[in-house]
């Protein structure tokens, strides 16, 4: 079993709810699936089965089943000579993704000593290769009220320039379409309609995008929501796997730092639903972007850097707002 590691994690909200979950996923390169999926079960003990073309699963590990695959539709083609050389190829820029199932806060510092683990043994993340475009993606699971659901999408809204601000996106990952911030018109218009129900959450949010490569993914909760709607209103999608969680692409994958921590990317996401249920600071920042939007108009890259400075001067502390 892995040595846990002294962070500890504040859980996410849940009123009078059960426990919220949260299941993580980690980009990496440096290891290759098969090696990572041995290290994994020897740290976290389980049974080790291959579950497809280069993607195993342990089960029964502390964790409960954890995957672990090269990340990348290639790998779906099967096991033929040119498919075979094209993935090799491609290991330096085409990560090991390890997927786990929704863990509770108690976990998390299980898998920070697997991550851990993993960094002793070679992996490597976003800062350790010009072209390591890799992340960390958090999936809480939704808040039992959809009112709170609902706030949560439009404090991260007001919140994505000074999320990008205080925890700076790795340049691959910034020039290329992975985390590309929402669009200023779709923040605009859940400003307008702060009230809004899931329902009219889903229609605003397709008619301002219509891809999943953002900070915050939504496609995966608006499938869950309305499974047959989704394949009507946002047919260019792809695949999309419907879970009752939001999907939080932003934060790098800093796995070969021995300073850093999953710790990092859960304090970020905990940012938005602390604001999330500060109504109001919410309602503050909402009034706040709308007369910023009237005095700079169209979001520039300046007017974004000015924006997310007027964020963290309303939360204080030097942009930190602390976690109820």
């Known amino acids: 079993m892995t040595q846990q590691r002294t962070h500890s994690y504040p859980p996410l909200p849940a009123g009078d709810g059960p426990e919220r979950r949260c299941g993580i996923e980690i980009e990496f390169s440096g290891l290759t699936e098969d090696d990572a999926a041995r290290l994994i079960a020897e740290t976290l003990g389980g ?98 009220d959809p009112l709170m659901t609902a706030r949560t999408i439009l404090a991260y809204g007001l919140l994505e320039d000074w999320l990008h601000m205080a925890n700076p996106v790795d340049p691959t990952r910034r020039f290329l379409p992975f985390v590309s911030p929402w669009p200023p018109s779709l923040v605009d218009a859940l400003v307008s309609a702060p009230d809004a129900s899931l329902d009219e959450l889903f229609g605003i949010y397709t008619d301002h995008t219509q891809t999943r490569n953002h900070g915050l993914d939504l496609m995966p909760l608006f499938r869950h929501l309305d499974p047959e709607r989704f394949d009507v209103v946002v047919p260019s999608a792809g695949p999309v796997s419907a879970r009752p969680a939001f ?75 602390t976690a109820a």
């Open 47 to 144: 049974d080790l089965r291959e579950a497809g073309h280069r993607a195993f699963e342990i089960e029964g590990s502390a964790l409960g089943t954890m995957k672990v695959e090269l990340d990348t539709a290639l790998r779906k083609a099967g096991a033929r000579p040119l498919i075979e050389m094209g993935l090799d190829l491609a290991r330096r820029v085409v990560p090991v993704e390890l997927i786990t199932p929704p863990l509770t806060t108690a976990d998390l510092p299980v898998l920070d000593g697997l991550r851990d683990a993993l960094r002793r043994a070679g992996a490597q993340g976003s800062r350790d290769g010009l072209f390591f475009g890799f992340g960390v993606h958090l999936n809480p699971e939704t808040p039992e």
């Open 247 to 321: 999907h939080y692409r932003l934060p790098d994958c800093r796995i070969d730092e021995s300073d850093w921590s999953l710790r990092v990317p859960w304090d970020s996401w905990m940012q938005v639903e602390t604001v999330a249920r500060d109504s109001a600071l919410l309602w503050s920042l909402c009034d706040d972007w709308q007369a910023f939007r009237y005095a700079t108009g169209v979001l520039r890259r300046e007017p974004r850097r000015q924006w997310a400075e007027h964020v963290a001067m309303r939360l204080g502390d030097d942009g930190q707002k």
